[in-house]
């Protein structure tokens, strides 16, 4: 998807991109304390001293920078892992986000609030799927170079098989996000199912 399709320009200018970061860390925080009914227009209106005016000409909604603000938190709180193996990487980083999603509940809340929202999923989509995607596509293309998997299975269909799990999990709950349920993905994904 090209940042264009849904996502609103944004005001240029130093000023504009000093506010658009103020605006961003201070909806971080919010998530990070209260999850996303924290994250309000008004609460990061007052939180960073950026009216809600100028809130809406970076944003069309709560939906809309929440998701942006979770996108940043989740890439500065899971670094990629460079453990040498692409087991060792990928068990690492499905660990990881397994972890990340079971501690807090902002990506479930999210994912619910995209449903009603069609203004805030496209933010979704750019500022956190995609920057998520782009990370495990790296992991993949290190396990291609050193001859560790099929390079005919792409990053995007590694990337659906491994985590596409740990989404389902937070959205039924019927199984527990846990280290040792995220390696029995793990191990399943890259043994494959069959004998």
């Known amino acids: 998807m090209s940042k264009s399709q849904g996502i609103q320009a944004l005001p240029s200018g130093a000023r504009s991109q000093r506010v ?16 996303l009914s924290a994250a309000t ?13 100028t809130i809406y000409k970076h944003w069309p909604s709560k939906t809309a920078i929440a ?7 989740m890439g500065e709180a899971l670094p990629l892992p460079d453990t040498g193996t692409a087991v ?24 619910a609030a995209c449903v009603t929202d069609p203004t805030g999923a ?8 995609a920057d998520r995607r782009k990370a495990v596509a790296t992991l993949w ?6 001859g560790e998997v099929k390079p005919s299975i792409d990053a995007e269909t590694a990337t659906d098989i491994l985590f596409g799990p740990l989404i ?7 199984k527990p ?9 793990v191990a399943a994904a890259l043994g494959g199912l069959l004998r």
Do not use: N
Not at 20 to 35: C, F, I, R, T, Y
């Open 88 to 111: 060792g990487d990928l068990t690492e980083q499905v660990r990881q986000v397994s972890a990340f999603y079971a501690a807090q509940p902002v990506f479930a809340q999210l994912l």
């Open 141 to 146: 293309q290190r396990a291609v170079d050193r």
């Open 177 to 185: 996000l846990t280290q040792e349920e995220a390696d029995k993905i």
């Open 168 to 174: 389902f999990r937070v959205m039924t709950g019927h």
């Open 67 to 73: 998701a942006e603000a979770f996108g940043r938190w």
């Open 41 to 53: 227009c008004d609460a990061v209106s007052a939180r960073s001293g950026v009216s809600k005016a």
């Open 122 to 129: 496209p933010y979704f989509r750019h500022f956190f799927l």
């Open 20 to 35: 658009h970061e103020s605006a961003l860390a201070a909806a971080v925080d919010l998530l990070k304390e209260g999850g």
